[in-house]
């Protein structure tokens, strides 16, 4: 089992910042790979960005260039730095780790960026 635990979600101006944590605690074993999932009301979950082992990183395209997602492996830790917030980026942003064959999810956290 792995668990999850996300931090700093909440409230912001459109055109402003906040950085997303995801510390991972448990059977941590490699490779692995972390991701950032958004969900709002009546949608399926979609993709944000997602960071292998080795670094290798994928965004989802409404986020490409604004959004940095990053994780250091010695803390089993990932990050999503967040900058030119716009309205539509509000949601509960979800934490995925996989490492084949299973995946787990955290608690979710709650992104509201105010126009």
């Known amino acids: 089992q792995v668990q999850l635990v996300e931090s700093g979600g909440g409230l912001v101006q459109s055109g402003g910042s906040l950085t997303l944590s995801c510390a991972a605690s448990?059977?941590?074993?490699?490779?692995?790979?972390m991701g950032w999932y958004r969900q709002t009301p009546g949608k399926e979950r979609g993709l944000v960005a997602s960071i292998d082992y080795g670094g290798s990183r994928n965004y989802g395209d409404s986020v490409k260039g604004r959004f940095t997602i990053s994780r250091d492996n010695a803390k089993n830790t990932m990050y999503l730095q967040m900058n030119s917030l716009k309205p539509e980026d509000t949601g509960v942003y979800y934490c995925?780790?996989?490492?084949?064959?299973?995946?787990?999810w955290g608690q979710g956290t709650l992104v509201t960026v105010s126009p």
């Open positions: 995925r780790f996989s490492s084949i064959p299973s995946s787990y």
């Open positions: 448990g059977s941590i074993f490699t490779p692995n790979a």
